[in-house]
């Protein structure tokens, strides 16, 4: 015990109302603080939303397509991550720090919780929203083999703590719905994870119309293929191959899991999935934001 860094099962614990890793919480003056630049983009996700797919599409945009240079370190460490500090690494606000103009940046924050310099800078943000089910299923098979974060437990008790938001960065609906109602005042792409499946090609364009791209007909094919969730899966720059067992044990659950729409139906209970829909009705209650549960 003794022995283990003090980032390992690192607990999550209550910030304004939100949950959050506590190294997170122990760095937050320096996060708050954060100053943005005018040309940097936000990637911005719920936790197991399909960050790193968004991630290695902005990428392979931004490179022009060229897979040496996308290959030049793993996705997590392309963009630096803000609200990540797990000490004696460098944290996310010092990664960032580091890097020249224009950056990509990643961050799972809400918000509330942003860092106020991202508003005032007028940032472009690109959100990837994923149905809420898929993300619980999702969240737990990564709690089971991540060891930065808590264990999950058991299912039917995870299911019970995601629907509270005893999560890292907290409810998924309040994070949902508060992107979702800044969209129109700044700068922001909202992209569903469930249209990035069915229609790839049409939601890499937008991407890429987004970033001030214009993608012909090859380039747009090749990128679609190199973030196919299977070429991806093969890929050791996205596939969290190079972290430590003791960090991530991929025999429990691999990173690239699955990357499909609807797994929640091989999780969920018919009550489970009742009592998710009475509650989801009423927190969801007021916003047009809708969600496709299955392809
Ligand atoms: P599953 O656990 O449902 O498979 P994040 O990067 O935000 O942590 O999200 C991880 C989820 O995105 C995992 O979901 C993972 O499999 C999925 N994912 C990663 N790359 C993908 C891709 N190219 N296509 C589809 N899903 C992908």
């Known amino acids: 015990e003794g022995e283990n860094p003090s980032y390992l099962s690192d607990p ?16 937050w003056q320096r996060i708050q603080s954060f100053q943005a630049r005018p040309d940097d983009l936000l990637i911005c996700t719920y936790p197991k939303a399909g960050t790193t797919w968004i991630q290695e599409i902005v990428d392979m945009i931004q490179q022009d397509g060229d897979l040496e240079k996308c290959k030049r ?8 991550f803000i609200e990540w500090a797990r000490p004696p690494q460098p944290s996310g606000v010092e990664q960032a720090e580091a890097m020249p103009s224009p950056r990509t940046l990643k961050t ?10 991202f508003w005032e800078q007028k940032c472009k943000f690109l959100y990837v929203a994923r149905n809420a089910k898929d993300c619980m299923v999702s969240y737990y098979h990564f709690q089971r083999m991540s060891k930065v974060v808590p264990d999950p437990g058991p299912w039917h008790e995870y299911f019970e703590m995601f629907m509270a938001g005893k999560v890292g960065w907290g409810p998924w609906h309040d ?15 909202f992209l569903f994870y469930e249209d990035m499946k069915k229609d790839p090609k049409c939601e890499i364009q937008k ?28 890929n050791p720059m996205a596939n969290r191959s190079g972290i430590p067992v003791s960090i991530m ?11 499909t729409v609807g797994d929640w ?6 009550a489970q999935n009742e009592r998710f829909e009475d509650d989801y009705e009423k927190k969801m209650a007021g916003t047009n934001l809708t969600f496709c549960m299955e392809l």
């Open 12 to 27: 999550w614990l209550g910030l304004h109302g939100w949950y959050l890793g506590t190294s997170t919480c122990n760095e």
């Open 207 to 234: 991407v890429a119309q987004f970033l001030g791209k214009n993608l012909d007909q090859e380039l747009l094919e090749k990128i679609v293929y190199h973030t196919s969730f299977d070429v991806m899966k093969d």
């Open 265 to 270: 139906k091989n999780h969920f209970t018919v």
């Open 73 to 80: 370190a793993p996705v997590h460490h392309r963009h630096p």
């Open 249 to 259: 044990d991929q025999s429990i659950s691999p990173f690239m899991r699955k990357g």
């Open 108 to 117: 799972h924050l809400p918000v509330k919780l942003l860092p106020p310099s």
């Open 175 to 189: 994070h949902v719905k508060g992107w979702w109602k800044v969209k129109d005042m700044h700068c922001v792409l």
